[in-house]
């Protein structure tokens, strides 16, 4: 089964990295991209703390937040969002998705992604596919059990530098001759 490749997220800010983080840039990890808004009661009360949850349990998973604002552009400016991460002490990395062209309420990374709204947990494996996304809450032991599988698969995958150089063997020497 081919898994397809998670799209790249597109952002107008970042907040909480020194730098903007991109999902080429985190191949090799494992990565829960968690889309929010920071008016939507089930991100609150369900989606940030589960995301919160899961930076503080798997530390060698990359959560990221993607704030994609599709209705009261208004109240969820960036000095709001400033306020937001502080009070609510978030501190995984959060990108700021890029408006919509011409008048679309949908951000780019919410279209890209064909999200149907927010929570949306995005489960991205070591290679950058999309493994799962699930519009609302997602269930705990089930997310728990899917961030366990795509660990072992990436810790039980082959790394660059696990690979043993071996010389090659000439197939043709001057007293015989290899199967090839």
Request: glycine fraction near 8%; aromatic fraction near 6%; charged fraction near 15%.
């Amino acid at each position: 089964m081919k898994i397809q490749l998670a799209p790249e997220w597109q952002s107008t800010d970042w907040f909480n990295t020194p730098e903007p983080l991109s999902l080429s840039g985190l191949r090799g990890q494992v990565v829960l991209l968690h889309a929010f808004q920071m008016l939507c009661p089930g991100c609150v009360s369900h989606g940030l703390p589960q995301a919160q949850r899961i930076a503080k349990l798997f530390p060698d998973v990359r959560v990221i937040g993607l704030h994609t604002v599709f209705e009261h552009h208004e109240a969820m400016g960036l000095s709001s969002l400033r306020a937001f991460l502080h009070e609510y002490r978030i501190r995984f990395p959060v990108a700021v998705d890029v408006p919509g062209p011409d008048g679309d309420p949908l951000p780019r990374t919410m279209r890209a992604y064909a999200m149907r709204g927010t929570p949306t947990t995005v489960l991205i494996n070591a290679q950058g596919g999309l493994h799962r996304q699930v519009f609302g809450v997602h269930d705990d032991l089930l997310l728990g059990a899917e961030i366990g599988l795509l660990r072992a698969q990436t810790a039980l995958s082959p790394k660059p530098q696990d690979t043993p150089s071996v010389a090659p063997v000439p197939l043709c020497g001057d007293d015989s001759c290899a199967v090839g």
